[in-house]
C-alpha cells in the first residue's frame, strides 16, 4: 500500500500548537457570518488531477472533497473530531457481519447529481470502477481487501463481483476476501465520491462530471487556474452534517512562487495560502507579528523520524539505538522546520487513537538530550567509532535535518556521514533492498486516522524487495502479533482498542526502534476578509472551504 | 636539408616564432633574454595583475588556515550544529538559531564571526573550509583538463587521420553538451554510487568526484585549440629536422612540439582555474557537486537562498569570496595571457 495524502510542500515548514476551533459543522451554510461572495485561493503546487478518482495530493482533495460526497465521510471538523467517520450519501455508516467482511449500506432517497440526474446505488459501483481503471495511485487500498476487485483490475472481470448494488431500494453490499478494520476510512476516501455511471473511464482534465457535494467545479486551465461554484442541488438533499457552503465561488490561481503567494495574503490580495504549502522561512517573522489574528500553525497527525536499519551494524544493537533516542535535540529539529514542527517521540501521533499519554522513555520531547549519556551507552553497545551512512533527501529542511542528525551521530562516538538525493527518487532508493540503508529521513502523513495506518511501515510483512516502507527491516513478534489482532477492529470502534495500541507504541518507543522528533504543522493562513475562526483545517485533507465565509 | 633560421629550435620554445607571441621578444630587440624571461618583464610592469594575483594568493592562504581558524579562534568546526546554543554578542545573549529558525548574523567577534547558517554552523569556519574545497577541486580540475587536453591535443594533431577523426568528435560531442547539464547529469549519478575504476573506487561523497566531472568536461575547451596549434607545428621544419635525424614520433611530440605549446597551455591554466571554481560553485549549488557535510561557497550559498530576505548574509558572504577570488586569478590570468601571448590567440571560449 501507499501513502495517501501526499503533502507536496514546497520548502520547509510551520510551528505553534493547533487549538480547537469553532467548526462550522452541521448541515447549515446559516448561523452567523456572511452568505454569499467570492474567496481567491492561491497555492503554489498545482493539485496532480482534478478527475475525482485520479487525485491523491491534498490539493486535488481540497477540491473534490467538497464536491464530490463518498457514501461515508469524514466531519467537516478540525482534529480531533474531523477524524470521525460520519455518513456521507448512505443512511449510516456501514453494517459490518460478524465475520467482518460483508459491508451493507443504503444511499440516502431523494439524492441527485448537481445536473439533475438522480444518484443511484449502482453509481457507487461505477464510481469503484472508474477508480480502479483510472488507475488512481491508492487503488490497492480497494483492490487488495474486495472480492472481485483484483480480477476487475486485470481485466479477468467486467465488473467486481464484490459489489452488489439495488436501484430499487438503494441498498449497496460490499464484499471483503478478510476482515480489514479500516475500510470504512478506505470508503471515505473522496476517490469514491460519487459521479454517475458512464462517466468516461479516462482521466478528465477540464469538464468534470456532475458533482454529488456542496460544490462543484468550474471554469479549469490546467495547471492555472480553476473555481468552484456552489452545486444548486445540495441544499434541498438536507444530508446532514455536511455543510451547504457559505461562500457562492472560490477562485483557486496556481502561484508557484510561495513567497509572492504568502505576500499576497498578507496584503489582502488573495483570501488564502494554501495550507499544502510551506510558508518561506523568511517570511513567517513578518507572518507571525502582522498577521497574527489570521495566522496559526496547524498540528496534522502526522510522523517525522529516523529510521534505524535493525539488521545492519550499529542499529542491530538496541543500546546504539538508545543512544541515539537519548542524544536527539527536538527542538533543534524544531527550529530547522522554522518552528512547523511539533515535538513528539512515539510513532502514532498525537490525535490517532491509541497515541501514548505517557512520558517519552529516553528524556522528555522538548528536551535537549543527553550527549555525554548517549556516549556512554555508545561505549557500553561496543559499537563506537564504526561508519554510518545517512540518507537524506535534497530538499530543505529535510536536508537541514539530515546533517543535524549526522553530526548528532558524530558527537555520540561514530564516523556519520549524510548521503543526499533528489527528493523525487529518495524513497524509491531507500526502499530498494540492494541499497540496505543504514538509517535516514522518513515520515508519514495518515491516509486515514486509523493506527493501523502508521503500524504497517513497522510489519514484518512489509518488508518488500522494492518499494520498502519499513526501511529499518524491523520485525518483532509482538508487534506482528498485535497488528493482526487490532488490524480487524472497525474504525468505528477503534476507542475500544486504543488502550491495546498505545501498549504497542509504547513499546516500540521502548525499543527504540525509530527516532521519532515529531508531527508537521501546516499553515492556517487568511486575509482579513475571511472569517478565521469558523475556517476549518481537517486533519487530513487540510482546508475545508465549505466552512468559508465572509466577515 | 635546407633549414628555415627562423624556425625554432628543437626543444625549446618558439622564441622566434612570431604566431606565438614570444618572438615578440626578437622584435623589442633583446636578444639573449629567454622568452619565459621577457614574459616575466611584461608580467612585473602589470601593477593590476599582479596586485590581483596577491589577491587570489591572500584568499588561498587564508583558505589554507582554515583549521587554525576553527581550532584556535572559533573553537568548532565545518560541521558542528549549535542550533540551540547561546552566544555572547556585547554583553547580550542571543541564540545562534531563532526558535522560528533565523540564524544570527555576524557577530564581528570570535564566536560567528560572520554569523551562522541554518544548523548553527559557523559561517566563517565554514567559509574557510568551504575555500579550500573550491580551491582544491579548482586546481585538481585544471590539472586534469590540462593532462587529458594536452595528451589528446598532442596525439590527434600530431597522428592525424582516423585517430584525429575519433578524438576530435569525441572533442566535438562533450563541446557540444552544455557544461552545467552534463555536470549535473555526472555529478547526481556519481553521488549515489561513486566512481568504482575496478583497482579502487571513489565514494560518492569525496571531493574527487567534482574535481574529475569538472576536469572531463572542460578538456575540448582546451584541446581544441591546443590540437590546432600542434596541426601547424608537426609541419615546421624543425620537426621535419628531427625526424631527418632519426627522433621518433614520441620523442619530437615531447620534446619538439610539447615545448612550444607550453606557453599556450600556461596561459590557459589559471583561465581554467576560475572556470573550473566557478563551474563547482554552480554544481554544487544545484547539489551536484560537493556533497555534505563538505562545504564549498556553492553549496553554501545554496543553503542560503531560502533566507536571503532574513540571513541576507549566507549568501552575499560566501557569494562575495566567490567573486574576488575567481576576479583575482582572472585578472591575474589575463596577465599571463598578456605576457605570454600579447596577440591573445588563446581564449576560453563557451
Known amino acids: 500500500m501507499r501513502k495517501l495524502r501526499k503533502v507536496l510542500l514546497l520548502g520547509s515548514a510551520v510551528g505553534i500548537a493547533a487549538v480547537g476551533l469553532a467548526a462550522c459543522g452541521g448541515g447549515g451554510g446559516g448561523g452567523g457570518g456572511t452568505q454569499g461572495g467570492t474567496a481567491t485561493v492561491v497555492i503554489g503546487t498545482a493539485p496532480d488531477y482534478l478527475d475525482p478518482q485520479e487525485e491523491y495530493t491534498t490539493q486535488g482533495a481540497e477540491a473534490d472533497w467538497i464536491s464530490y460526497t463518498p457514501l461515508v465521510t469524514y466531519k467537516h471538523e478540525n482534529a480531533p473530531t474531523g477524524n470521525d467517520v460520519i455518513p456521507g450519501l448512505a443512511t449510516a455508516l456501514p453494517t459490518i457481519s460478524a465475520d467482518g467482511k460483508t459491508y451493507t449500506m443504503t444511499l440516502r432517497k431523494g439524492l441527485v447529481f448537481s445536473d439533475g440526474t438522480p444518484i443511484k446505488a449502482s453509481d457507487f459501483a461505477c464510481t469503484a470502477e472508474r477508480m480502479i481503471k483510472v488507475n488512481w495511485g491508492g487503488k490497492s487500498f480497494f483492490t487488495d481487501n474486495v472480492s472481485g476487485a483484483t480480477a476487475f483490475d486485470k481485466g479477468q472481470s467486467d465488473h467486481i463481483t464484490g459489489i452488489t448494488t439495488d436501484d430499487a431500494t438503494g441498498k449497496i453490499t460490499i464484499q471483503l476476501d478478510k476482515p480489514y478494520g479500516a475500510f470504512t476510512n478506505v470508503l471515505a476516501f473522496p476517490e469514491l465520491g460519487l459521479v454517475p455511471c458512464g462517466t468516461p473511464e479516462h482521466t478528465l482534465t477540464t469538464d468534470m462530471p456532475p458533482s454529488s457535494g456542496p460544490y462543484m467545479l468550474t471554469d479549469i486551465v490546467p495547471n492555472k487556474s480553476y473555481s468552484v461554484v456552489k452545486n444548486p442541488k445540495w441544499a434541498a438533499l438536507n444530508v446532514p452534517d455536511i455543510p451547504v457552503g457559505h461562500l457562492d465561488r472560490i477562485d483557486v490561481t496556481i502561484e508557484s512562487n510561495t513567497q509572492t503567494e504568502a505576500q499576497k495574503v498578507l496584503n489582502n490580495q488573495a483570501d488564502n495560502f494554501d495550507a499544502g504549502d510551506t510558508l518561506p522561512p523568511s517570511i513567517v517573522p513578518q507572518v507571525r507579528s502582522q498577521a497574527s489574528d489570521r495566522f496559526e500553525a496547524v498540528t496534522i497527525p502526522s510522523t517525522f523520524y529516523f529510521f534505524m536499519n535493525v539488521t545492519l551494524p550499529p542499529f542491530n544493537n538496541e543500546l546504539a539505538r538508545q543512544a541515539v533516542n537519548v542524544a536527539i535535540d527536538r527542538p533543534a529539529l524544531q527550529r530547522l522546520a522554522s518552528g512547523f514542527l511539533e515535538p513528539g517521540c512515539f510513532f502514532l501521533p498525537e490525535g490517532i487513537p491509541g497515541h501514548p499519554t505517557s512520558d517519552c522513555p529516553y528524556g522528555p520531547a522538548d528536551g535537549h538530550g543527553d550527549i555525554a549519556k548517549a556516549q556512554q551507552l555508545v561505549q557500553q553497545s561496543g559499537t563506537a567509532g564504526q561508519s554510518i551512512t545517512v540518507w537524506g533527501e535534497q530538499r530543505a529542511p529535510r536536508t537541514q535535518y539530515v546533517e543535524y542528525y549526522a553530526d548528532l551521530l558524530n558527537k555520540i562516538g561514530y564516523k556519520a556521514t549524510p548521503k543526499l538525493i533528489s527528493d523525487t527518487t529518495y524513497f524509491p532508493t531507500i526502499g530498494n533492498a540492494k541499497t540496505m540503508p543504514q538509517t535516514g529521513f522518513a515520515d508519514w502523513i495518515q491516509d486515514f486516522p486509523n493506527p493501523v495506518d502508521f503500524y504497517l511501515l513497522l510489519a514484518t510483512s512489509s518488508i518488500q524487495p522494492v518499494n520498502n516502507e519499513n526501511f529499518g527491516n524491523v520485525s518483532d513478534p509482538f508487534i506482528d502479533q498485535q497488528i493482526a489482532k487490532l488490524e480487524p477492529t472497525p474504525s468505528a470502534k477503534l476507542d475500544s482498542v486504543a488502550s491495546q495500541w498505545q501498549a504497542v507504541d509504547e513499546y516500540t518507543a521502548k525499543k527504540a526502534y525509530v527516532v521519532v522528533y515529531g508531527s508537521e504543522q501546516v499553515p492556517k493562513f487568511f486575509s482579513d476578509r475571511i472569517d478565521f475562526d469558523s475556517a476549518v483545517v481537517h486533519p487530513t485533507y487540510l482546508n475545508d472551504w465549505s466552512t468559508w465565509q465572509l466577515k | ?350
Open chain 2, 1 to 350: 636539408m635546407a633549414v628555415d633560421p627562423t624556425a625554432p629550435s628543437p626543444g625549446k620554445p618558439a622564441a622566434l616564432e612570431p604566431s606565438f607571441g614570444l618572438g615578440e621578444g626578437v622584435i623589442e630587440g633583446q636578444a639573449g633574454v629567454g622568452p619565459y624571461q621577457l614574459a616575466m618583464r611584461r608580467l612585473r610592469r602589470n601593477k593590476t595583475a599582479l596586485a590581483f594575483g596577491a589577491m587570489f594568493v591572500i584568499i588561498v592562504l587564508m583558505c589554507l588556515c582554515a583549521p587554525l581558524y576553527a581550532k584556535h579562534v572559533a573553537h568548532t568546526t565545518p560541521s558542528a550544529n549549535h542550533i540551540t546554543d547561546t552566544v555572547k554578542v556585547r554583553g547580550e545573549t542571543k541564540d545562534v538559531v531563532s526558535v522560528g529558525g533565523i540564524p544570527i548574523g555576524p557577530t564581528w567577534t570570535s564566536h560567528f564571526l560572520l554569523g551562522a547558517d541554518s544548523n548553527g554552523r559557523d559561517v566563517a569556519v565554514r567559509l574557510l573550509y568551504g575555500g579550500r574545497n573550491s580551491l582544491e577541486i579548482g586546481f585538481i580540475a585544471t590539472f586534469i583538463s590540462c593532462l587529458l587536453a594536452t595528451v589528446i591535443a598532442l596525439t590527434a594533431g600530431y597522428y592525424r587521420g582516423v585517430l584525429d577523426g575519433v578524438l576530435s568528435r569525441t572533442m566535438d560531442l562533450i563541446w557540444a553538451y552544455p557544461v552545467i547539464l552534463l555536470g549535473i547529469a555526472l555529478g547526481t549519478a556519481l553521488a549515489v554510487g561513486g566512481l568504482n575504476f575496478g583497482l579502487f573506487t571513489i565514494n560518492g561523497t569525496s571531493l574527487w568526484i567534482p574535481a574529475i566531472i569538472i576536469g572531463v568536461v572542460y578538456v575540448p575547451y582546451m584541446a581544441k585549440p591546443l590540437r590546432g596549434q600542434v596541426l601547424s607545428l608537426r609541419e615546421k621544419e624543425f620537426v621535419e629536422a628531427a625526424r631527418s635525424q632519426g627522433a621518433g614520433n614520441l620523442r619530437i611530440m615531447s620534446r619538439e612540439i610539447l615545448p612550444n605549446i607550453a606557453s599556450s597551455i600556461i596561459v590557459f591554466i589559471p583561465l581554467m582555474i576560475a572556470n573550473a571554481i566557478l563551474l563547482e560553485a554552480a554544481l554544487s549549488f544545484l547539489g551536484a557537486g560537493v556533497q555534505p557535510p563538505n562545504p564549498s561557497w556553492g553549496t553554501m550559498i545554496g543553503d542560503g537562498i531560502r533566507l536571503i530576505p532574513s540571513a541576507m548574509h549566507l549568501t552575499l558572504i560566501p557569494g562575495g569570496m566567490l567573486v574576488l577570488a575567481v576576479l583575482g586569478i582572472n585578472v591575474f590570468g589575463d596577465g599571463v595571457r598578456d605576457a605570454l601571448d600579447p596577440r591573445a590567440q588563446v581564449r576560453m571560449e563557451h
